[in-house]
């Protein structure tokens, strides 16, 4: 590879330059990282990670062959904008921005390029993230083949259509908050059952582990692993009553489906903001 640009220096983009350092899949030299105006972090990133840091799109842009888009989603637009100028066919852009569609990528940047949206997860801090991938119909086979490789560097990768990564998003983009909620219920509890939190937690945690490996590697459903934990008139059936009384299942359920939902809201104002800006 040439040089691989990140737009957008804050956590998600040093998790995945970070694997792909790590993995030796492109050298630190041919990396490039910059963000709006915080010299301090790209200083923090060469020092750390011995990568480059510039405001000179001229620089960033020279011999570029990817250009990775991870700046917070509102600031997409007014982003692309000022890159637009550098960006042609040949480039690849690869964007870990939720709710930003390629349309909208494409149009911010008022010309046709080769797009891939991806939606990794903050797991890529420990190279376990579960990242879903989208391509435009001007991406190469090597160049989907690259955007493979580099987000493997931090975890398991799935290829999706795009309307499925709103979904996505809700599911596993989301996710890990999800579980961390769930984690801090239990700490809750452990005072009023009699455990240390750091004890109740480090059990939780194992326990989490265990249940994820044992859905990883059976065949059998998760419902089917629940009932083979859950003996009548027991202690799990006792605890899983409760859970049904305060249909915890089905809040499981409106919160996917609240997360999914606003990833599309944003998508369709992010438009919308495009639409008005170009408006004379």
């Known amino acids: 590879m040439k040089k691989l640009v990140f737009i957008g220096a804050g956590s998600m ?44 799109y001229e620089e960033l ?5 990817a250009v990775i888009l991870a700046m917070k989603p509102k600031d997409a637009v007014a982003a692309i904008g000022e890159i637009k100028s550098f960006l042609n066919k040949e480039i690849l852009v690869i964007s870990v921005l939720a ?13 046709q390029l080769a ?21 435009n119909d001007r991406v190469t086979r090597s ?27 809700g599911i596993s983009g989301s996710g890990p ?13 452990a005072a009023e059952i009699g455990l240390e939190p750091k004890l109740a937690k480090d059990l939780f945690i194992q326990t989490l582990l265990g249940a994820a490996s044992m859905l990883a590697s059976s065949e059998k459903s998760p419902e089917q692993l629940r009932m083979e934990v859950t003996s ?12 049904q009384k305060h249909e915890v299942q089905k809040a499981f359920i409106s919160c996917i489906k609240a997360a999914t939902a606003h990833s599309e809201q ?5 438009s919308l903001e495009l639409t008005v800006t170009k408006q004379p």
């Open 232 to 243: 009548p008139g027991g202690t799990t059936e006792a605890g899983i009553s409760m859970l």
């Open 61 to 65: 842009f020279t011999d570029v062959e």
């Open 177 to 189: 908050a999800y579980i961390y909620y769930l984690v801090e219920a239990v700490e809750k509890s």
């Open 13 to 56: 983009a040093e998790a995945i330059m970070a694997g792909i350092i790590e993995n030796k899949l492109i050298n630190r030299e041919q990396i490039w990282m910059t963000n709006r105006n915080n010299q301090q972090k790209l200083d923090h990133l060469k020092k750390t990670y011995g990568v480059n840091g510039s405001y000179n």
């Open 143 to 169: 160049q989907k083949q690259l955007a493979k490789d580099l987000f493997e560097t931090v975890g398991f990768t799935a290829f999706v259509n795009e309307e499925q990564l709103d979904a996505v998003t």
């Open 266 to 270: 944003m998508g369709k104002a992010l």
């Open 99 to 111: 709710g930003v569609s390629i349309e909208t990528i494409e149009a911010a940047a008022g010309k």
């Open 115 to 135: 797009v891939i949206r991806t939606m990794p997860n903050t797991s890529a801090a420990i190279n376990q993230s579960a990242t879903a991938i989208a391509v």
